[in-house]
């Protein structure tokens, strides 16, 4: 190797030491018994608020199943929100609120799985919660939500492992409420810019290497 390569290498060898720890991805699985709700229209609402309002999260809702049937109206987008449950959904924290919110007659149960970034620079974490609603948005039934918004669960992005995780439970008097649960995956690095970009020079210079030999 040259000089002039060595040292190419060696700024990018100091690129990667004092550049900051790769994002990642914390990955749960969602899984709702509506079975005592089977035919009822309801909305789910997928919120996410900006606590700090200076570091950013994306929050990604993807393989949702359902034995129930979504619409008939489409989705109402409110902020930084896109996509679609058939596919995947993604909701940002450019605006303080943001939600997607679908109109579904419910089935025996949903399952969804969701993604966060987990970014916190100090203050009042970003924040994820789950709603099922009536079709006046307001809640369908009752939670152990302190917040007395009856979440089914509410998810603090504050830079500790998968974050700050609350599951509430159902508080209905119904003989067979629904229940769900939310269990943690393994978390996902996602590499970075730079990671990247050693990974291409690298290659770049094997190959060179091997042409020089020939």
Not at 27 to 35: G, I, K, L, P, W
Not at 92 to 115: A, K, R, V, W
Request: charged share 10%; glycine share 10%.
């Amino acid at each position: 190797m040259n000089k002039v390569a060595q040292n190419f290498y060696a700024g990018l060898l100091f690129l990667v030491i004092v550049s900051p720890a790769p994002v990642c991805a914390y990955v749960f699985n969602v899984n709702v018994d509506t079975s005592s709700l089977a035919g009822t229209n309801a909305n789910l609402a997928f919120d996410f608020i900006d606590g700090d309002g200076t570091v950013n999260n994306t929050v990604q809702i993807s393989n949702f199943l359902t034995d129930g049937s979504l619409g008939p109206g489409s989705a109402l987008l409110t902020g930084n929100a896109s996509g679609s449950l058939n596919s995947t959904v993604i909701l940002g924290d450019s605006d303080f609120f943001n939600e997607f919110l679908q109109p579904i007659t419910l089935g025996n149960s949903l399952h969804f799985q969701l993604e966060t970034t987990n970014a916190f620079a100090g203050g009042i974490p970003d924040s994820f919660s789950f709603f099922s609603l009536d079709s006046a948005d307001l809640p369908l039934f009752a939670t152990t939500d302190a917040s007395g918004t009856d979440a089914l669960f509410a998810l603090d992005l504050n830079g500790t492992g998968n974050g700050d995780l609350s599951v509430f439970a159902s508080s209905s008097t119904q003989p067979d409420p629904p229940t769900w649960s939310i269990v943690p995956l393994e978390t996902v690095p996602e590499p970075g810019s730079l990671g990247l970009l050693m990974i291409g020079s690298w290659s770049l210079y094997r190959l060179n290497k091997r042409k020089n030999r020939t």
